[in-house]
């Protein structure tokens, strides 16, 4: 059967990357996490320091980065030059900086170009912002992922509390309208649904209830 590129974009804690990565397992397909490439970034940014409004600096930065990802049946693993970051880019403050640092031109088209190469053979599912109008808008199957902010909070808390952190709950809810604002707002590749994007309201679903959701449409779409 033919190998589609899947797109999967929404605001953060939508449901998108737990979704994609069970929906990449049953297909046989691999899952790309675009988000944790702009995490990347902000912590090389936040390694050396860098202003990453000074654009000559941020321009040298991802002149020299080297971003790799090793796909499995888990998920990403993200090295950034040699180190394994999977870990550090989960942080909250790496979180803001990422949406920050994903507004400059210089790291969205170094970024999106290696999407493309990774994505462009098929059997992809790519889970971000910007995938289905600027990545892949020629992707055979989009969806466009939401859910209430209370829900998506909650489910940030208690990702991080299993994690052993302290999270408060209202600091999440205000980072992630923050979060959810400049990423819509900003003027390249803002946070949009395509116009043949399928909208998933996750809020009221289980996990295993999204994953057959986007199941049957792919099955509708490509066939059995
Ligand atoms: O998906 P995420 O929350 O890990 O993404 C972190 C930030 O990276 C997000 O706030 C905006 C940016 N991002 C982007 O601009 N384009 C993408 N395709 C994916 C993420």
Redesign the pocket.
């Given at each position: 059967m033919k190998r589609i590129i899947i797109a999967i974009d929404g605001p953060?804690a939508s449901g998108?990357?737990t979704s994609a990565k069970l929906l990449a397992r049953k297909l046989g397909y691999v899952y790309l996490?675009?988000?944790?490439m702009?995490?990347a970034c902000a912590l090389a940014a936040q390694q050396q320091q860098i202003n990453i409004n000074d654009i000559q600096a941020l321009s040298r930065l991802m002149e020299n980065i080297r971003i790799h990802i090793q796909f499995s049946d888990h998920g990403n693993t993200i090295w950034l030059n040699d180190d394994d970051v999977s870990e550090a880019i989960r942080e909250p403050d790496i979180?803001r900086l990422?949406?920050a640092i994903?507004a400059h031109r210089v790291v969205r088209t170094k970024m999106v170009k290696l999407q493309r190469e990774l994505g462009r053979e098929g059997g992809v599912i790519l889970?971000?912002?910007?995938?289905g109008t600027v990545?892949f808008p020629q992707a055979e199957l989009k969806f466009f992922m939401i859910a209430p902010l209370k829900i998506r909070a909650q489910r940030r808390y208690l990702e991080l509390k299993e994690k052993g952190l302290n999270p408060v709950f209202e600091d999440i809810l205000q980072d992630l309208v923050n979060?959810d604002k400049a990423?819509a707002s900003r003027a390249l590749?803002p946070l949009i649904p395509a116009e043949d994007a399928i909208e998933i309201d996750t809020g009221e679903l289980t996990i295993a209830e999204q994953v057959e959701k986007l199941y049957r449409i792919y099955l509708e779409k490509v066939g059995s």
């Amino acid at each position: 059967m033919k190998r589609i590129i899947i797109a999967i974009d929404g605001p953060a804690a939508s449901g998108k990357s737990t979704s994609a990565k069970l929906l990449a397992r049953k297909l046989g397909y691999v899952y790309l996490d675009t988000g944790a490439m702009y995490r990347a970034c902000a912590l090389a940014a936040q390694q050396q320091q860098i202003n990453i409004n000074d654009i000559q600096a941020l321009s040298r930065l991802m002149e020299n980065i080297r971003i790799h990802i090793q796909f499995s049946d888990h998920g990403n693993t993200i090295w950034l030059n040699d180190d394994d970051v999977s870990e550090a880019i989960r942080e909250p403050d790496i979180s803001r900086l990422a949406s920050a640092i994903s507004a400059h031109r210089v790291v969205r088209t170094k970024m999106v170009k290696l999407q493309r190469e990774l994505g462009r053979e098929g059997g992809v599912i790519l889970d971000g912002r910007d995938i289905g109008t600027v990545v892949f808008p020629q992707a055979e199957l989009k969806f466009f992922m939401i859910a209430p902010l209370k829900i998506r909070a909650q489910r940030r808390y208690l990702e991080l509390k299993e994690k052993g952190l302290n999270p408060v709950f209202e600091d999440i809810l205000q980072d992630l309208v923050n979060r959810d604002k400049a990423d819509a707002s900003r003027a390249l590749a803002p946070l949009i649904p395509a116009e043949d994007a399928i909208e998933i309201d996750t809020g009221e679903l289980t996990i295993a209830e999204q994953v057959e959701k986007l199941y049957r449409i792919y099955l509708e779409k490509v066939g059995s």
